[in-house]
Nanobody
């Protein structure tokens, strides 16, 4: 199985920024669609953003458009989520996920591999 390792979470004040990173050591990264999800206490898991294997197509949930940017560096086997202008509503556990295909298929059930999550807290 693909092992995904997230990093970069933490606590920040409203209006601040954080950069999350996800690595999949040892895998041919450009064959995987990658996504970031989040889950707040008492809420379901929500897809935040996704990016195709080649990095040419990205999608965002409406609530983060213009504030978050997903990117990937296939040479390093990493995908990042830059989060700007954070609000308390962005507080959640953030998960990196991968699909075993280059073009992203909709829905969380389409993701085959998941990281352990990294906490983001905005106050």
């Amino acid at each position: 199985d693909v092992q995904l390792v997230e990093s970069g979470g933490g606590s920040v004040q409203a209006g601040g920024s954080l950069r999350l990173s996800c690595a999949a050591p040892g895998y041919t990264y450009d064959t995987y669609c990658m996504g970031w999800f989040r889950q707040a206490p008492g809420s379901g898991r929500e897809k935040v953003a996704s990016i195709s294997g080649g990095g040419t197509v990205a999608h965002y949930v409406d609530s983060v458009k213009g504030r978050f940017t997903i990117s990937r560096d296939n040479s390093k086997g990493t995908v990042q989520l830059l989060m700007n202008d954070l609000t308390p509503e962005d507080t959640a556990m953030y998960y990196c996920a991968a699909q075993d295909r280059s073009w992203c298929k909709a829905g969380p059930s389409s993701y085959d591999y998941w990281g352990q999550g990294t906490q983001v807290t905005v106050s």
